[in-house]
């Protein structure tokens, strides 16, 4: 088991021998600035859930990025969770997309562009929404897969 020091996380984590090497902690300004990003970014990446067009991807995967500078408790939270667990650890492991995800990202921003289709916007922001969407789906169905 590893022993995460007491001035960071206030006591000790039971078994945080699962969780990738943390790296060493900043200085207690930016350990907490750290920190509110990755607050900042996992309520944004939970939002994104529900909130069609937002991604919640990148934003957990920052979310984790600063809570391992800032918090290794939010850090070991994070790798275990359910939901965000797989996602960061098939990342970590080579940066892997599920196929899964790929799939629902494609519909999402599939239903996305049919609603920028539907409403009155500027056709440069419905252009650009529509290659930002492109770009990202392209990037993201080259990603490689988890084995098995």
Wanted: with cysteine; proline share 11%.
């Amino acid at each position: 088991m590893v022993m995460v020091p007491a001035s960071i996380t206030g006591g000790t984590i039971p078994g945080v021998s699962d969780l990738p090497p943390l790296p060493p902690p900043p200085p207690t300004l930016v350990r907490w600035l750290l920190f509110a990003f990755a607050v900042l970014s996992l309520a944004t990446g939970i939002v994104g859930i529900f909130v069609p067009g937002l991604p919640t991807t990148v934003f957990i995967l920052m979310a984790a990025w600063a809570a391992a500078r800032s918090s290794p408790r939010l850090h070991a939270w994070l790798w275990r969770h359910r939901l965000f667990g797989p996602m960061l650890q098939n990342w970590a492991a080579g940066g892997f997309v599920s196929r899964k995800a790929k799939w629902s990202a494609t519909l999402v921003m599939g239903i996305s562009m049919l609603f920028l289709a539907l409403v009155q916007v500027p056709a440069w922001a419905r252009l650009a929404a529509y290659a930002s969407m492109v770009c990202v789906l392209t990037w993201l169905w080259l990603r490689p897969e988890p084995p098995g």
